[in-house]
């Protein structure tokens, strides 16, 4: 297994015989080299040990050794390595394996130089009361081998959860410890705690009957039996993919109930390591790819992307901290056999988790994320609506459709067409001349399915990062030269 390098201290806990003493000793090459002793707790048979905190690296041992008068029991875990610890959770694009994604044959195949990434994948259990410990383990932790990287579809290991501790793993050159616990078909409000849902106002009922919700949606069921037992952990961070089963349900709650998952878990996390995980732990997640449905899907999908951002188009921000997430707006896979809303191409979206992990988690000046307009300014008598990016700008191509105004009169507004029109480096301007009325808003891909994949008309010049959707006002928009921030 994986244990949290430094700064922070590994959690070592286990069950005993009440009032007994437990002594956790660490080895290396059969020498002790640290000792931590406790008792057992009498009223939860628990016992607890924070370890010094460890350079990266091993292979070392862990012994566990109980003392009850003269009788001792003793337990030892061999091939334990120190490095970062990531738990990777959602839904069935996180649950996706590696047999299921392209090119499968070679990535299952592509294990020999990661045997120091370490995998373990948690059984789908519900349960009703928070859960001490976990009830069962489809994977016990294991080196990665190419029959339990591809179990079978939707089983484990998870490939988005694989492919993302792989690419840290070439970047930092040090253990990489992943626990992957998602559940297909499941609505937020299974892996959120009673409190942080009763925090939002989340109905009971829940609001709509959604399509794809196929897995337990009932309150906090996988949050007790599938996250709560893992809070003990020392953890470096989280990545999450998750919110096709919001598109019709509790929708409008997203930006709600998102943001407080991320806090709820972060403190829980916190406080379950005895303060070992940090407070602010760095969280990454999936803004939703494209995918084919019916029209009662037409604007949830985007909805649920904005919401995801907790309606600010980008991460980290005030109600999200810490957070980094990888667009896969451009990601989409109409034939896939797994329909299109699970899309084959999971090593993008591992890489692009990986540059946001990389940015907030370990600090390297990186581009993570792709262009948002930092301004938007109506050209007077011009027709044109001009955007100032932060960052600098590829235009792969033009798009008559992707960019849309709010086109407003007497209280009635419309959506109309904003082809794009000229550009430069970090500018472009946009053509509303279709709007006879007043110009209101803007928004930026906006539709379910966007563009064909790696096919959106915007990325960041140089790291391939595709525009993330957003939608903003156009404010005064009379007569005149005005600008505003799209924040």
């Known amino acids: 297994m994986v244990l949290q390098r430094e700064p922070a201290g590994a959690v070592i806990w286990g069950y005993g015989t009440p009032r007994a003493t437990v002594t956790v000793t660490l080895c290396r090459d059969q020498e002790p080299i640290m000792k931590k002793g406790t008792r057992v707790k009498a009223d939860s048979n628990t016992w607890t040990v924070v370890l010094d905190p460890m350079k990266p690296g091993g292979p070392y041992e862990v012994m566990a050794q109980q003392t009850l008068g003269r009788i001792n029991f003793t337990l030892r875990v061999h091939d334990v390595l120190f490095g970062d ?4 959770s959602g839904q069935s694009n996180m649950k996706m394996t590696v047999s299921q994604v392209f090119n499968a044959t070679g990535e299952l195949s592509n294990t020999a130089a990661y045997q120091s990434v370490r995998i373990l994948s948690v059984s789908s259990t519900q349960a ?10 489809d994977l016990r932790w294991s080196k990665p081998t190419s029959k339990n990287l591809g179990h079978g579809n939707f089983t484990y290991m998870s490939a988005v959860c694989w492919l993302f501790g792989r690419f840290l793993y070439d970047t930092l050159r040090y253990p990489v410890g992943l626990l992957s616990s998602s559940w297909s078909g499941t609505p937020i409000e299974a892996w959120s705690s009673r409190r942080s849902l009763e925090a939002c106002g989340v109905p009971r009922s829940g609001s709509m009957p959604s399509d794809l919700k196929i897995g337990p949606s009932a309150h906090s069921v996988l949050w007790n039996a599938m996250i709560h037992p893992l809070r003990n952990m020392t953890l470096k961070g989280v990545i999450w993919y998750q919110g096709e089963s919001n598109v019709n349900f509790n929708r409008d709650l997203y930006n709600c109930t998102f943001p407080l998952l991320i806090d709820d878990w972060r403190q829980t996390f916190h406080d379950g390591s005895q303060g070992q995980t940090e407070r602010l732990f760095p969280f990454g997640f999936v803004q939703l790819s494209s995918y084919l449905s019916g029209e009662a899907l037409h604007d949830g999908l985007p909805q649920i992307r904005w919401h995801q951002t907790a309606d600010f188009g980008y991460v980290p921000n005030q109600r999200m901290p810490n957070t980094f997430m990888a667009a896969a707006v451009d990601l989409c896979d109409r034939n896939s056999p797994f ?11 591992a890489y692009r988790l990986h540059l946001g992990a990389r940015a907030l988690a370990y600090g390297e000046k990186l581009i993570f994320q792709g262009p948002l307009p930092q301004k938007i300014e109506l050209l007077a008598d011009t027709g044109l609506l001009n955007l100032t990016y932060s960052q600098p700008i590829e235009v792969q191509r033009r798009d008559d459709k992707i960019f849309e105004v709010s086109c407003c009169s007497d209280h009635q507004c419309t959506w109309l067409p904003a082809p794009m029109d000229t550009f430069s480096t970090q500018t472009l301007a946009l ?5 006879h009325d007043t110009p209101a808003a803007l928004r930026y891909a906006w539709t379910p399915w966007p563009c064909e994949y790696k096919q959106c008309p915007l990325y960041h010049l140089t790291s391939t990062l595709p525009a993330p959707p957003f939608i903003a006002p156009i404010t005064n928009p009379s007569p005149g030269y005005h600008s505003r921030t799209a924040k």
Not at 431 to 435: D, G, M
């Open 85 to 88: 610890v990531w738990l990777c």
């Open 128 to 137: 009703q009361q928070e859960l001490e410990d976990l009830a069962k383990v």
């Open 339 to 349: 329909g299109s809303i699970h899309p084959r191409d999971k090593q993008t979206v």
């Open 431 to 435: 053509n509303i001349t279709s709007c």
